[in-house]
C-alpha cells in the first residue's frame, strides 16, 4: 500500500520542528524503502515541508534559530535520499549552481538531485557560486548545460552576469528559483537559454533537449543603467543617511527593503519592490511592527534620493503598497 505522502509531510514537518535529524532520515528513507519513489520523497515531501518552514518562520510561530535548524536537517535528509539511491548517468553532464551571492542552497540541491534520478551526470557546485570561478569549473569539466538557481530577485545582476559568462564559453544556461520570477520573466530578461519552474519541470524541459541558445533581443531593455550603478555603489551611504533620520527602523530591514529597490531599478520592473514591500509589511505586522514604519522609512529613504528620478517613483510606488497594508490591518484590527 503507498503511503499517505500528506501525512508523512505532516511527520516531516514535526521531526524537522524539533531538529530532530535521525527521524526526519529515517523517514525520508523508510518511505523510499516502502516502495515510494526517491523523486517523490523529495518533491512532495521534504521540499513542501521545507515551504511551511518558510511561512511559519513569516508569520512568526517559529524563530529564525528553529527555521535554520529545520533547514538544516532538511540539507541532511535530501543528502540521505541521495546516498540511498544512486542511478547510474545515462545521459548527458550538468552543472548545478546557486547564483552569486544566493546563500539559498535548498532548492537547487533538490533539482540537482531530481536531475540525477532523471540520469543525469550531476556536478553541485553549491551556495553563491562566483561566476569565474563557475567558468574555471566549465573548463576542466566541460558540461552540456549549467542549470542555475536562483531564490531571490536581488541576486539577478550577478545571475545575469553568469548566463552571459557561461553562453560566451558554449554551454547554455537553464535559469530555475523564484528568483526569476513566478513566470520566468526575468530569466528571459537576462538572456537564459529556458526556464523551470519547479525540480521536475527542470529534469523534462532538459529531457527534451538541450537548450538553444536565444535570439538577441529585439529593442531590448538596458539594463544596468545609471541609476543602478549609482544605487549599488552608494548602498552603504545612502543607508547611513537614512539611519541617522530613522533610529528605530533596523538597518536590516532597510538593507533588504533597499536591495530589492535596486534590482528592480535593474530590471525594469516596479512589482518587485512593491511586492516585497507589502510581504514586508505582513512579516513586520506578525511581530507586531507597524507598517507605517516602512511607511517613513520609504518616504525618508526617498528624500535621501533626490537625484534618481525612477527610484524615486518606485519608492512612491511603495508608499502605496504599505499604506494598503496599514488599511488592511486597521480593517482586520477592528473586526
Known amino acids: 500500500m503507498t503511503p499517505d505522502l500528506e501525512a508523512a509531510t505532516g511527520r516531516y514537518l514535526k521531526l524537522i520542528g524539533r531538529a530532530d535529524e535521525y527521524g526526519a532520515v529515517d523517514l525520508v528513507v523508510n ?22 518552514v518558510g511561512e511559519l518562520w513569516a508569520s512568526n510561530e517559529w524563530s529564525v534559530a528553529r527555521e535554520h535548524a529545520a533547514t538544516a536537517v532538511s540539507e541532511r535528509a535530501v543528502a540521505a535520499v541521495s546516498g540511498h539511491v544512486r542511478p547510474a548517468p545515462t545521459r ?9 551571492g544566493e546563500y539559498h542552497a535548498l532548492p537547487t540541491r533538490i533539482m540537482a538531485e531530481v536531475l540525477r534520478l532523471r540520469g543525469w551526470d550531476v556536478d553541485f557546485l553549491g551556495a553563491s557560486v562566483p561566476g569565474p570561478h563557475l567558468i574555471s569549473h566549465l573548463h576542466q569539466t ?11 530577485p536581488t541576486r539577478l545582476p550577478r545571475a545575469h552576469a553568469t548566463i552571459a559568462a557561461c553562453q560566451a564559453v558554449g554551454i547554455p544556461v537553464l535559469a530555475g528559483g523564484a528568483g526569476f520570477g513566478a513566470d520566468g520573466r526575468y530569466a ?14 527542470a ?6 533537449g538541450l537548450p538553444s541558445f536565444p535570439a538577441a533581443h529585439d529593442g531590448a531593455v538596458q539594463l544596468g543603467d545609471e541609476e543602478y550603478a ?3 555603489r552608494h548602498r ?4 547611513s543617511r537614512v539611519m541617522d533620520t530613522l533610529g528605530e527602523h533596523t538597518g ?19 512589482s518587485l519592490f512593491t511586492d516585497f514591500v507589502t510581504w514586508t509589511c505582513r512579516v513586520l505586522a506578525a511581530r507586531n511592527v507597524p507598517a507605517e514604519s516602512v511607511v517613513l522609512g520609504l518616504n525618508i529613504f526617498r528624500d535621501v534620493l533626490a537625484d534618481c528620478p525612477r527610484a524615486r517613483v518606485l519608492l512612491t510606488e511603495g508608499v502605496t503598497a504599505a499604506r494598503s497594508c496599514c488599511a488592511v490591518r486597521r480593517t482586520e484590527t477592528s473586526v
Do not use: K, M
Open 236 to 239: 552603504a551611504e545612502l543607508l
Open 252 to 270: 536590516e530591514d532597510l538593507g533588504h527593503l533597499a536591495d530589492f529597490l535596486i534590482a528592480a531599478i535593474y530590471v525594469h520592473d516596479a
Open 142 to 152: 566541460g558540461p552540456d548545460v549549467v542549470a542555475l538557481g536562483c531564490t531571490l
Open 230 to 232: 549609482y544605487l549599488t
Open 203 to 208: 529534469a523534462d524541459r532538459l529531457a527534451a
Open 188 to 201: 528571459r530578461l537576462l538572456g537564459a537559454d529556458a526556464w523551470a519552474p519547479t525540480a521536475d519541470a
Open 31 to 52: 518511505l523510499i524503502d516502502g516502495g515510494v519513489p526517491a523523486e517523490d520523497v523529495l518533491l512532495r515531501v521534504i521540499a513542501p515541508g521545507q515551504r511551511r
Open 92 to 100: 548527458g553532464r550538468v552543472a548545478v549552481a546557486c547564483a552569486d
